[in-house]
């Protein structure tokens, strides 16, 4: 069974940084095909806000570009978004999301529980 726990979120000022990292189990990571971030602010939708192949290509949501960096490490089964520059929009509930590769006979995707992040002005 697949297991994301997610961890780092907290209270920061704007300015501020902090660093998200979503450990996944139950799974390989040579099948993991995508490991990405959401988030979900009051009253809005879930967005992506970044993503990451099992080749390392990389993308991101206009809104944190420059700011966020997405990385994995596939010896720990890990992905991480390092969040810099953050500002009072950043405020949401952060989700891990992890998808493996097709005919392994996973799920198309899992989410972790959500760890949430707000950063005051």
């Known amino acids: 069974q697949v297991q994301l726990v997610e961890s780092g979120g907290g209270l920061v000022q704007a300015g501020g940084s902090l660093r998200l990292s979503c450990a996944a189990s139950?799974?390989?990571?040579?099948?993991?095909?995508?490991m990405g971030w959401y988030r979900q602010a009051p009253g809005k939708q879930r967005e992506l806000v970044a993503g990451i192949t099992s080749v390392g290509s990389t993308n991101y949501a206009d809104s944190v570009k420059g700011r966020f960096t997405i990385s994995r490490d596939n010896a720990k089964n890990t992905v991480y978004l390092q969040m810099n520059s953050l500002k009072p929009e950043d405020t949401a509930v952060y989700y891990c999301?992890?998808?493996?590769?097709?005919?392994?006979?996973?799920?198309?995707?899992?989410w972790g529980q959500g760890t949430q992040v707000t950063v005051s002005s």
């Open positions: 139950g799974i390989i990571f040579f099948r993991i095909n995508v």
């Open positions: 999301n992890v998808a493996p590769k097709r005919g392994l006979g996973f799920r198309d995707d899992y």
